[in-house]
């Protein structure tokens, strides 16, 4: 017991800061907009604690499981934690913005931020790094497709059909994600996979043995730590809303804010994939994270809107369309030959810093 509590201590320090945030949400809020600020991004930090245990034990039952059960365990347990910190902010304090800012913030720092880093990395240590050249074509078509049907078409819906076109497109997503599941796990499996080439051992070096993987300790901490993020979430949007009032901040800092507490685990597992020459990982978690956060987030949320009667935009800015054009046809470009490399992955990291620099000046 001692020990399973000393490799959980980040998820134990989040649930004490869960129990000092309710007992001391009222102070929180009744004492001014810098205790406010300040609670909010100390809670965030707890939230990354908790995140980070969850995507840990996501990845061993990822590694139990292998490839591509354990990577779509680990992209929906991202996915899961953005959806519930989404909906408790939604709820709270509804924003017509939110959902959709935080969906193409995510997309933005999986592909160009996550993948970019990665392959830049990566590159740099390794040179070309190889990987199945089909799941990175697979996963674009449908990444496209699902925000063109989600985020694009709605642009020129009428306000009136908003009901119907929302219930369709739930049935939109659901379908393709249905589809996408049967295909990752059934017979197109192989597009998701990749065999490495074996590492030369020394003669005297013994071999390494697996680390036994306790499922049902792992499952009920990842539950537990997905309830524990939900419950800090809720304070979370608090202070930091209150915190964050009149200070001229784009509103769609929050949206980055949720997107990045969501994908941090995400972050850290792709970087040692690609640290270890293992590019066909980090194809799969950062385009599998943006394939799961569109087609996955999007029927959530909508059903949350028909369930409220509160429609909320879903349409992206002309400014946002046209960073998604381009990341998707780089993208496109980039992961169509089986090798990623340095100069790939700065092509990347440059438009996600056109992203950041564009969030800032609110755009």
């Given amino acids: 017991m001692g020990s399973i509590l000393k490799q959980e201590k980040f998820l134990l320090l989040a649930i004490i800061a869960t129990v000092v945030a309710y007992v001391f949400e009222h102070s929180f809020l009744n004492n001014g907009q810098g205790v406010a600020l300040t609670a909010g991004i100390a809670l965030v930090g707890f939230i990354v604690c908790a995140s980070l245990r969850v995507a840990h ?14 990577t779509m365990i680990l992209t929906l347990s991202a996915v899961l934690v953005e959806v519930v910190i989404l909906a408790i902010m939604m709820s709270n304090e509804p924003s017509p913005t939110l959902v959709r800012d935080t969906i193409y ?23 070309e790094q190889s990987y199945n050249d089909d799941s990175a074509r697979t996963y674009s078509v449908m990444i496209l497709t699902a925000m063109g049907v989600s985020m694009v078409v709605p642009e020129f819906i009428p306000e009136g059909d908003w009901k119907l076109y929302s219930a369709f497109t739930i049935g939109a997503m ?17 597009f998701f996979s990749y065999s490495y080439p ?4 020394r003669k005297d070096q013994p071999e390494a043995e697996a680390k036994p993987v306790n499922l049902t300790l792992s499952i009920g901490t990842l539950v537990l730590g997905v309830v ?5 979430a809720e304070v979370m949007s608090k202070t930091v809303d209150l915190g964050l009032e009149g200070t001229g901040a784009p509103p769609v800092m929050t949206a980055i804010l949720v997107a990045a507490i969501s994908a941090a685990p995400e972050i ?23 394939l799961s956060t569109v087609i996955l987030t999007v029927p959530v949320m909508e059903a949350m809107a028909l369930y409220s009667g509160q ?26 030959d089986g090798e990623t490399n340095a100069i790939e992955g700065m092509t990347h990291f440059v438009l996600f810093a056109t992203f950041i620099m564009l969030s800032l000046l609110g755009l």
């Fill in 174 to 190: 659901i379908l393709l994600y249905t589809l996408f599941l049967r295909m990752q796990v059934g017979p197109h499996s192989y």
């Fill in 57 to 70: 034990h996501a990845e061993l039952l990822a590694e139990k499981v292998g490839d591509p059960y354990g």
């Fill in 311 to 336: 429609p909320f935009q879903m349409a992206m800015t002309p400014v946002q369309t046209v960073m998604i054009f381009i990341t998707l046809l780089v993208s496109a470009i980039n992961l169509n």
């Fill in 198 to 201: 074996e590492k030369k051992k």
């Fill in 268 to 290: 850290l597992t792709a970087l040692r994939a690609a640290l270890a020459n293992r590019m066909q990982s980090v194809v799969n978690i950062a385009l599998g994270a943006s």
């Fill in 228 to 232: 524990v993020i939900g419950a800090l």
């Fill in 105 to 127: 913030s995510a997309v933005m720092l999986d592909i160009n931020g996550i993948l970019g880093l990665a392959a830049l990395m990566g590159g740099i240590k390794h040179g």
